[in-house]
């Protein structure tokens, strides 16, 4: 299978500070992971797009400064929300793709984020 | 990528088969068309894709017009879990980088009943 986990499942943090978020592709090399956003009752909603070894590409609207991915290995990427702020308490979600063959792309289970 | 519209909702008797409609009116010959569903609190699961063949794999069955401008997501014996937003989505196979993201629309909301 393609198992992708992200962690933590949730997370409480406090206006101000910053959260980590990771997504780890189990059993499968991934050369381009993805993150979204979803609101309550929304649908999910593309934040940036990242290759392994180079800058993330970010969705039209989405603060590079205020959420920071980093993919530094085939395996593993993250998504930093710096100086969170109560708007931003969301589900965040990643995505990774096995290699540009394969497009069925495998979706972490997501992180509940509250910001308080 | 082409757009898609679902209706946004619809509801199925536990263990009839669920018949779940995509309009993707103005596909391109190299679009695929993939559906994945989300369950409640959890991340999106791909179910199946297909090009203008009809597909079937363990979890449903994909049947696509010879036109190509619709499709039907079928899950043929519904249970209480198949509850979930399900997302019918097209796109090119075989892109890389950026254009490879998937593009989510609204979805249906299925409900199985008891």
């Known amino acids: 299978g393609a198992v992708v986990s992200q962690h933590p499942s949730w997370v409480i943090c406090k206006s101000g500070t910053s959260v980590k978020i990771e997504c780890r592709s189990l059993d499968f090399q991934a050369t381009t992971m993805f993150w979204y956003r979803q609101f309550p009752k929304q649908s999910l909603m593309l934040m940036a797009t990242s290759n392994e070894g180079s800058k993330a590409t970010y969705e039209q609207g989405v603060e590079k400064d205020k959420f920071l991915i980093n993919h530094a290995s085939l395996t593993l990427s993250t998504l930093t929300v710096t100086s969170a702020h109560p708007e931003d308490s969301s589900f965040y979600i990643c995505?990774?793709?096995?290699?540009?063959?394969?497009?069925?792309?495998?979706f972490g289970q997501g992180t509940r984020l509250t910001v308080v | 990528d082409a757009k898609t519209t679902q209706p946004p909702s619809m509801d199925c008797a536990e263990g009839r088969a669920a018949n779940l409609p995509c309009n993707h009116s103005?596909?391109?010959?190299?679009?695929?068309v993939y559906w994945y569903r989300q369950i409640h609190s959890q991340g999106p699961q791909y179910i199946i894709h297909g090009l203008k063949n009809n597909e079937t794999n363990e979890m449903a069955s994909l049947i696509i017009t010879e036109d190509r401008k619709s499709s039907t997501l079928i899950l043929p014996h519904a249970t209480l879990r198949d509850t979930a937003v399900y997302y019918c989505i097209v796109r090119v196979r075989g892109n890389t980088g950026a254009n490879s993201k998937l593009t989510f629309g609204k979805g249906i909301t299925l409900s199985v009943r008891p």
């Open positions: 103005t596909i391109s010959g190299n679009e695929y």
């Open positions: 995505s990774a793709r096995k290699d540009f063959t394969n497009t069925e792309a495998f």
